[in-house]
Structures are given as C-alpha cells and as structure tokens.
C-alpha cells in the first residue's frame, strides 16, 4: 500500500455553463520514498526521522474561456482563451501527525502549442455542444516554470469537528501570488499524515481490514474559504517576461479573489473519493463569479 493513483476532473458543465476555468482533469502517480534515497533525505523533515515522504508526478490540462464562447468578436470577450499542459513534481514531508509540508515543481505550455484550443473544438463537436469561436485569440506561447509551497495544519478540539489550515505560495512566470485556506470538517476525519483529503493514506505497513483501528475508515463533509492576493498570471494578463501585447486579448487582474469550497470525502484503506464546489469571484475585471465541481478518486496498491 505504498502507491497510489490519483484521477480528478473538474468541470463547469455541472451547472449548465461553459465559461472561465471550465474544464480540467489531472492524473497522479504516488509513491512511499525509501530511506536510502537522496531525495528522501534532503526533504524528510528535521523534525521527524519516522513520518512518510511522499514523491508524486502529475500530468494535466486545463481550459479557461470567455462566457460567451458562441461569440467571435473580440470586444465581446470578458476573458482570454487560454490552454495549459503540465506536468508537476511533488514531494510532502510531516513534521508531525497534524502537519504537512508540500513543495511542487510545475513545468507546462500555454498557447497553441498546448494543442488544449483544438482539443476543445474537436470535444464539443464530437458530443454535439456549441462550437467555442475565439481559439485564435487565445494567449500565446510560452513555457511556464512555477514553483509552490504549501504549509498544512489540521486541529480537532472535539470529536467529529475538525479545522484546517493551508497556506499556499506560488512564483513563476504562471502565477504568482499566495493563498490562505480555512476549512472546517464534520464527521471522522484522519490525522493529517494519516488522511484521505492529505492524500497521505499511502504507507509501508500492511493494513489489516477490520481491526478496529480507528483511522480504517473517514467520511466527512466540510466547507471552507479561501482568499488568494494575485500578483500575476498569465491565463488572463498573458507574459510578464515581455510584451503583454503580443497576445492577441488580455485582461485587467482582480488582486484579491475569494474561492468557496463545500463537499465529502470518504476515505478506506484503499480508496479515497471526494466531491468539490467551487464558488469563485471574478478573477479579472469585468468578468462574473463562477462555480465548478471537482470529482477526486484515489487507488492505493
């Protein structure tokens, strides 16, 4: 039980629309690191010698539009077309059973060389849904290096209620900026090295189904509010590495953007399945809120 498959899909059809981040699906591979290894000890925590390092690598996509997406005019866009691929490197340490350190390398391409533009057209004509007709607007090329870190931090005062905390930075050429997540949990929950929602259930001890322990199952729901200060990205501005001008249609930034979250997760010893919401303000001037639903799905082996 020291590996795991990890398979999300985000879309916005959910609620009958096509618009802003309205599609994305990403597939994880994780593993226990070994002892021995150099990448385990350059990141196991000084404070813990015991808890698990866990190296991921995750390949994915994502589709940002205008809601209007019927229209061909640029004048009529109230967000640029934008696709991204990228694949990502991880690696989480616990310094203590309520704790997590999670340190990503991104490396991805935006623009027509993504290929996420004819991907779209080729999809919504394929199962009968309106043609998007502003692809050769889109963002322009560029390859995008991104490096975050997140801090998590997880209490439970009484039993069923939980708290969490995650604060996010993000620098590169993508996105830049930083994020404080609150989250509050009804219902049995792991400890954070131990828990489905910390994707951090993988370990090297053979489980043993229907022992009693504690941790064998979780189910719970939870919500949770997000602020994030962004100081750039490049879905919505284009490049801060040259000429913003060079893509055809960019938009003004909304610094300060708020992201709701509500759903389950339920956790064994094998797998782990959750249900999002997501209810976000506008991300750049001019445009609306918006909302999506993320669906998770873990295999551990």
Known sequence: ???????????????????????????????????????????????????KVIGRIQYGHKIFTPSKIKKRRVNDFDRPYAGWQYLKFHVQNHPGVNSANVYKLTLGVVGDRSGIGNFQEWWHDKFGFPQPRGWKYQIRN??????????????????????????????????????????????????????????????????????????????????GFEGQYVLSNIFIEGTILGDQRESPHVEELETF???????????????????????????NKGAKTHRYISLNLAFRF
């Not at 990890?6 to 699906?25: P, R, V």
């Open 142 to 223: 560029e390859f995008i290096i991104n490096f975050d870190y997140n801090r998590k931090m997880y209490w439970s005062p009484v039993k069923n209620i939980g708290f969490l905390s995650d604060t996010g930075v993000k620098v590169g050429n993508g996105i830049t900026g930083a994020t404080q997540h609150v989250q509050v949990r009804y219902g049995k929950s792991g400890r954070l090295f131990n828990s489905g929602a910390g994707r951090s259930r993988i370990s090297k001890r053979i489980p043993v189904v229907g022992n009693n322990d504690p941790e064998e199952e979780e189910g719970y729901f939870f919500y």
């Open 1 to 51: 039980m020291d590996r795991e498959l990890h398979i999300s899909y985000d879309n916005d059809l959910f609620f009958a629309t096509d618009q802003y981040y309205t599609s994305g699906a990403n597939f994880t591979y994780a593993r226990i690191l070994s002892e021995g290894t150099k990448l385990y000890h350059r990141f196991k925590s000084k404070r813990s010698d015991t808890l």
């Open 257 to 283: 953007v708020i992201v709701r979250k509500y759903g389950f997760t339920y956790t064994n010893y094998y797998t782990t399945f959750s249900f999002t919401v997501y209810k976000m303000t506008p991300e």
